[in-house]
């Protein structure tokens, strides 16, 4: 049976209702609150392993409470909401969200969104080194960090295994759809809006200027290239 505690915000109670049971039934924990302030409050106590996030909240809305969760926490955050716009999209995921899930959508779908999203949040990389210097910045992947001259910056859980696949297969392309299912998995591989977005994310951490990379490079219709300087 599957495991894991996870906090459902959403202001409908039916929703809340009927995911909750599914969640139960499959052996996961499972709690609901309906305004992203309680929301933030539950998650900076440490109880949980995802967060399922509804958009349209009361008070603060899903954005704002994603942003500010991933203020101070890497838990993976699903989004749900009724927009179906690659805008929408982009934005939840430059926020900080993990996913995106449209409603309605069917509990199997969500189901392994879940499980994929869990699964990552634990894994190890993938044999990749434990530290990776680039220039001033020290990539610190055994405990998920980037490490500069001013600041620590947390890792994600998905901008984790993106930055260790990227370690583990250094200064070749890689195309998108290999990316996107070894990160993500199976059923992602035409969802090249997560990668822009996750590649963008990473490089405002690793790179002296973001807007000209010199590490995470694109391959144009094709993939992305990690440049690490040879010894």
């Known amino acids: 049976m599957p495991s894991g505690s996870i906090l459902i915000v959403d202001d409908d109670t039916q929703i809340q209702r009927v995911m909750r049971v599914s969640l139960t039934a499959e ?4 709690e609901c609150t309906r305004t992203g302030e309680e929301a933030l409050e539950r998650v900076r106590a440490g109880k949980y392993d995802l967060v399922l996030l509804d958009i349209n909240l009361p008070g603060i809305n899903g954005l704002t409470t994603c942003r500010q969760i991933r203020s101070f926490s890497g838990i993976p955050i699903i989004m749900m909401t009724v927009r179906d716009t690659e805008k929408d999209k982009v934005q939840a995921l430059d926020l900080g969200a993990d996913d995106y899930v449209e409603k309605p959508f069917g509990m199997l779908e969500m189901l392994a ?3 994929a999203a869990l699964r990552r949040a ?3 990389s993938d ?3 434990n530290h990776l210097r680039l220039g001033e910045i020290d990539i610190d992947f055994q405990n998920r960090r980037i490490v500069t001259p001013k600041e620590q910056l947390r890792l994600t ?4 295994h993106l930055l260790s696949y990227f370690a583990v297969h250094p200064n070749r392309p890689i195309p998108h759809e290999e990316l996107l299912q070894a990160v ?8 090249h809006e997560y990668l822009r977005v996750f590649v963008n994310r990473l490089r405002k951490k690793i790179e002296p ?5 010199k590490y995470l ?3 144009p219709w094709f993939g992305y290239r990690f440049n690490v300087p040879v010894n």
């Open 122 to 124: 634990i894994a190890p």
């Open 217 to 219: 490079l694109k391959e």
């Open 113 to 115: 969104r879940i499980r």
């Open 184 to 191: 993500w998995g199976r059923g992602y591989e035409r969802d």
């Open 157 to 160: 859980s998905k901008e984790f």
């Open 209 to 213: 200027s973001p807007a000209h990379p």
């Open 127 to 129: 044999s990749g080194p």
């Open 27 to 30: 052996g996961y924990g499972a």
